[in-house]
């Protein structure tokens, strides 16, 4: 089967620079995704990682390391709306898709 | 508008009674998937569809079953509700086959009492 760890929570100011990681276990590994859910929301599509390296979109950006199962998302420039839960998911073999645990940011003033 | 809906979006019924959840996505999208989440378990894979009449079952299928008869639509079914299946379920879907980047409905809380 397929597990994934990413950090249960993280706090930080407004302007700051956050990363969550995830490091996965998967058999058949095909792609790392990341979503953000707001309280009392759906979650919503940020990034895709298929190939080792850095994905940047605006101010966050996605990386993955298949070597050693791992990936991070990167936030940069906190803002206020950025407090959220944020989900690593992996694709494995049959177009099944793992979600970790998310990781909840609280943005301070 | 794209957009996936779900019907209804909060339910409360008795246990063995049974209820279907609708979906539907009119973004032409082929792959759809439903999901629960539980605090502290995050989402979990219940069903997923490939295409119409293609479904296959996630890591959380079982007391579900789902039907892809038409490309918009994939209800989830309950045949006989238990408490443990209270939860907040969402559908979803995404254009290409895979469901790397997916699209996501309201969500629906179900209470099973």
Same mark, same amino acid.
């Given at each position: ?6 950090p249960?929570?993280v706090?930080a100011v ?5 990363q969550?990681?995830?490091?996965y ?10 979503y ?19 994905e940047e979109?605006g ?8 070597s050693?199962?791992?990936g991070?998302?990167?936030?940069q ?5 950025d ?13 099944k898709?793992?979600f970790?645990?998310g ?7 | ?5 779900q ?5 409360i019924t008795?246990t063995? *009674? *049974?209820?279907?959840v ?6 032409n999208?082929e ?16 069903y997923?569809?490939? =295409? ?5 079952k996630?890591?959380?299928?079982e ?9 918009? =639509? ?5 045949e006989?509700?238990?408490? =443990? ?5 969402f559908c979803?879907?995404s ?10 409905g309201?969500?629906?809380r179900?209470?099973?009492?």
């Amino acid at each position: 089967g397929q597990s994934l760890e990413q950090p249960s929570e993280v706090t930080a100011v407004e302007g700051a620079i956050v990363q969550i990681n995830c490091t996965y276990q998967t058999s058949g590994f095909y792609g790392l995704s990341w979503y953000q859910q707001h309280d009392g929301g759906a979650p919503t599509f940020l990034s895709y990682n298929a190939l080792d390296g850095l994905e940047e979109t605006g101010r966050f950006s996605s990386f993955l390391s298949r070597s050693d199962s791992y990936g991070y998302l990167l936030l940069q420039e906190l803002q206020m709306k950025d407090s959220a839960s944020y989900f690593c998911a992996v694709k494995a073999a049959g177009n099944k898709l793992t979600f970790g645990g998310g990781t909840r940011v609280l943005v301070k003033p | 508008e794209a957009q996936v809906t779900q019907n209804p979006r909060y339910l409360i019924t008795v246990t063995g *009674k *049974k209820l279907t959840v609708t979906c539907s996505q009119n973004m032409n999208h082929e792959y759809m998937s439903w999901y629960r989440q539980d605090p502290g378990l995050g989402l979990r894979q219940i069903y997923y569809s490939m =295409n119409v009449e293609v479904t296959d079952k996630g890591d959380v299928p079982e007391g579900y079953k789902v039907s892809r008869k038409e490309k918009r =639509n994939f209800p989830l079914i309950l045949e006989s509700p238990s408490p =443990n299946q209270t939860s907040l379920y969402f559908c979803a879907s995404s254009l290409s086959g895979t469901p790397y980047e997916q699209y996501f409905g309201p969500g629906t809380r179900l209470t099973v009492t």
